[in-house]
């Protein structure tokens, strides 16, 4: 269960409420040492080695916001284990079953991946406001904390221009939403030119590591000036939906802009039917909509997390019957080598014979269905 208010005073202690509440100040006072981290948990021997020997490799970063959502008493704290870093990242003999750009993003263009015919992703920024460990680009943490440059962002506007076919542009990074506004307001203006681009999509997990983000008017009227956009977001435990993350996700609807959730499953984190499905009944309380339980993908550095196709196919049973349809996200594997995501489903077709099938309902009965063609 999610910490109250009061429950989180460990880490909020002596710190102003209009301060707690300040998207830079969030920001300027993320723990990114050992010796900051220790002030507020006893780290694990392995979590001391693994911010050792991540360093300069994959950094860490936590915002003092997501730090007051651990139990620092629970070595597997689900929010623990996706923010600190611990030794199984660089340990060769797990991640060598891993690739940096196992998805093959990097194309011609820096920043650009062309996949699918209707929509490109762009990468804006390397900064996170904390660096997930079972991050999918974990090969650009390396690279400093830098955006997009104008003559990069021109190259691929152009490139964009070029390809009327494309309807949408997904913005991702990094994290898009860490840019300043002014910078933000450039992309989005220079993308909304385009007369073929009818969607713009940004990729930000801000809604769970610093709420405080959409806190900010200035932020939000940008946003809903370029409408329509929509908010791709990452939640993956119940106890990331705070009354913070919700005040943030209503601020957004309130100008318009809809919220996707694209969760991905995560041995330790998430592989239980019973915690996914608080999280599914979480997200539609606060209005989002569940859209992708992605299988962790094959990325260097994240292996440890990978689950099997068994397990998410056994939640994905589990959920159906136990909550409303929109309310089921589509389980997906997004497959090496750039070839895209494809969906899996629990099989309820069992047999088919001729118009007489036989179907196993969410509950596990075997029903008999005939269906004649006319």
Request: glycine share 6%.
């Amino acid at each position: 269960m999610e910490k109250t208010p009061e429950q989180r005073l460990w880490i909020k202690a002596n710190i102003p409420e209009k301060l707690w509440r300040d998207y830079h100040w969030q920001i300027q006072n993320r723990i990114r040492t050992k010796e900051q981290l220790e002030k507020y948990i006893k780290l694990l021997p392995e979590e001391i080695e693994g911010i050792e020997r991540t360093k300069g490799l994959y950094p860490m970063a936590i915002t003092p916001y997501y730090l007051s959502l651990m139990d620092p008493e629970d070595p597997m704290d689900p929010i623990r284990l996706q923010a600190i870093p611990r030794v199984v990242e660089v340990d060769e003999s797990v991640q060598r079953y891993g690739e940096p750009d196992a998805l093959k993003e990097d194309g011609p263009i820096p920043g650009l991946t062309h996949r699918y015919p209707d929509r490109v992703l762009v990468q804006t920024t390397t900064f996170c406001a904390v660096y997930c460990r079972h991050c999918m680009r974990k090969r650009i943490f390396s690279q400093g904390e830098r955006a997009i440059g104008e003559q990069q962002l021109k190259l691929i506007v152009e490139y964009v221009k070029k390809h009327s076919e494309i309807r949408e542009v997904l913005l991702s990074g990094g994290d898009p939403l860490t840019l300043n506004p002014e910078k933000l307001d450039i992309i989005l203006s220079e993308f909304r030119k385009i007369p073929h681009i009818e969607v713009i999509r940004i990729g930000t997990r801000l809604p769970v590591l610093a709420p405080q983000r959409f806190f900010d008017e200035d932020v939000l009227k940008i946003l809903e000036k370029h409408s329509p956009i929509w908010i791709s977001t990452h939640f993956n435990h119940p106890k990331e939906i705070t009354p913070e993350a919700q005040e943030a996700v209503e601020n957004l609807l309130r100008r318009g802009i809809p919220v996707l959730n694209q969760t991905v499953l995560l041995k330790g984190v998430n592989d239980n039917p019973e915690i996914m499905l608080e999280l599914m009944r979480k997200l539609i309380k606060i209005k989002v909509k569940p859209q992708y339980l992605f299988h962790c993908d094959p990325i260097k550095g994240v292996i440890h997390f990978r689950t099997t196709l068994e397990k998410g196919l056994e939640i994905m049973k589990y959920l159906r019957g136990r909550i409303s349809g929109y309310a089921i996200p589509t389980y997906a594997v997004d497959l090496p080598g750039g070839k895209g995501k494809v969906p899996l489903l629990p099989r309820y077709l069992i047999d088919s014979d001729g118009t007489k099938h036989t179907f196993l309902s969410w509950d596990g009965q075997k029903v008999e269905y005939d269906i004649c063609e006319f």
